[in-house]
């Protein structure tokens, strides 16, 4: 964005027909500071961006509004508490654009939906909470009378004195721990310097049977798992049998090494012997003759014929 493009959009651009009898750049344009959400400001009414406090129910198509999902909310005040204002927010739901209506309660420090939705109940259990329950609205006003103070102070001791040994022990063993900083960074960087030499070896160990990854040390378990794997005991003894197979077989097809006898067998490796150097020479001395290749091949096929 250009320069004035940006004073513009500030709205600190004055154009050269302004004058400063003519007032703010507002009144000169002849719109609010709020341009679009003071659109009915005339009627007490500000448009803001309302966050839904809780989850509720459409009343609409029955759909559920999320917490926190915002809206384009008309914002007006409608009452008075004391001195506190009590404020109404009007908005229209995504879902199927009704009207939902929801006002603050300043006595009760909450919100409340006048019409146009339902307040989703949520209950919950304070023990599976972890929370503490607190006492009712009602029941706070009465802490005010002494009579009622005077009446379950007994009781509030008691509880007093019976937690207080385990509250006064969980203090004592926290500040035994923690009293020592010196002590708890010296047994922390040891136990830190014992994990990285273990780390250490492990990575060594590892490196050492050709691996690029760390071993972690072995256990019960592994051992366990690693007896009860079995191999078959003529395992080794059949891969040599096959390689000796492979490493007897003639290269070419159609022959079998078994039909034929050491002595032939042997015959035929001294003739290839034989051929491959006589091609060897033919190639360095640059005189490659066919004839003499194809007289060789024909002798040694005539020959293995049986």
Known sequence: MSSLAAARADNFYYPPEWTPNQGSLNKFHG???????????????LIIRFEMPFNIWCGG????????????????????????????????????????????????CEYVIISGAQKKTEDF?????????????????????????????????????EAEPVLVRLQRLSDTRHSDDYACNK???AQLRSQKKRVAEEEAAARMRGLHIRLL???EQDASGAANVKFSSKFEKNSEDKRALISAASIFPGLSSSS????????L???RRKISAARASNLLAGGFKPSSWSQCAVSSSRQRRP
């Open 31 to 45: 719109q609010h500071a709020l341009r679009e959400r003071a659109r009915k400001i005339d009627q007490g009414i």
């Open 125 to 161: 259990d304070v023990e599976d909470a972890e929370t503490f329950e607190l006492p009712a609205y009602e029941e706070r006003g009465k802490l005010a009378d002494p009579f009622y103070r005077l009446e379950h102070q007994e009781v509030d001791l008691q509880k007093k004195k």
């Open 61 to 108: 198509c029955n759909s559920m509004i999320a917490k926190g999902v915002r809206f384009n909310a008309e914002k007006k005040q409608v009452g008075n508490y004391y001195s506190t204002k009590i404020w109404s927010f009007t908005m229209k739901s995504a879902c199927c654009k009704h009207e939902i209506v929801i006002q603050t309660d300043p006595k009760n």
């Open 217 to 219: 040390p072995s256990t």
């Open 260 to 267: 034929k006898s050491d002595k032939q067998r042997l015959e």
């Open 187 to 189: 047994a922390l960087r």
């Open 269 to 271: 490796e001294s003739k």
